[in-house]
């Protein structure tokens, strides 16, 4: 990675866990919610970092890393799983928006975990038509491979499943790829604590 990107990645996320470090202790500041920051970004945006996260209500990034308009790019769904739709909406940040920092960002009590938790012990029915669908099948693969390291705490299983969609990025899509290659993206591992509010970094 060249010095610039790195120092600009490196400060990118010093910003995110300062802001989150407000949050958490209950002295968020809101930035950059004023009416002058929203008609300067009214012809274009200029994020330094994507994050991808889950749609979970209790999960928002912006609030979480307390920051403001035109800060992040957030793509968010649930059990932070990767479609179509998700790699090209992060390649478009990577080629367009120039970001320099990718972050995956799974939670405490992910609700997608535990019920691929719950299919996978055969709690649930493995017919049902929520199993076949992208959701469970991700998701579902990250339960398997905790299960297979005998590793079978929900925890367990929402960082590994942070590795391995930080994985499934670099290998399913050529853009991010070559930009982690090159140096000009760096990829940030993450999971949100909802008991404290804090920011766990898993990789970096």
């Not at 995956?104 to 719950?118: D, E, I, L, R």
């Not at 853009?175 to 604590?193: D, H, T």
Request: with cysteine; aromatic share 4%.
């Amino acid at each position: 990675m060249t010095l610039d990107a790195r120092t600009r990645a490196d400060g990118a996320w010093s910003r995110l866990v300062e802001g989150n470090r407000r949050f958490s202790e209950g002295e968020a500041e809101h930035p950059w919610q004023d009416r002058e920051t929203r008609e300067r970004l009214i012809e274009e945006q200029t994020p330094d970092a994507a994050v991808l996260s889950c749609s979970d209500s209790r999960v928002p990034p912006e609030i979480i890393f307390d920051q403001g308009l035109g800060d992040l790019f957030t793509i968010r769904t649930a059990g932070e799983v990767v479609d179509d739709a998700v790699l090209e909406s992060l390649e478009y940040a990577v080629q367009h928006l120039h970001v320099c920092l990718i972050v995956v960002m799974g939670h405490q009590n992910c609700g997608a975990v535990a019920a691929a938790m719950k299919v996978i012990q055969g709690d649930e029915n493995t017919e049902d038509e929520g199993f076949r669908s992208i959701l469970m099948r991700e998701v579902g693969a990250s339960v398997r491979l905790a299960f297979d390291s005998d590793l079978d705490t929900a925890e367990d299983v929402e960082r590994i499943h942070v590795a391995q969609t930080l994985e499934a990025l670099v290998m399913d899509s050529a853009v991010i790829r070559n930009a982690v290659r090159a140096g000009e993206v760096s990829l940030v591992g993450a999971r949100y604590r909802l008991d404290t509010g804090k920011v766990e970094v898993l990789s970096f």
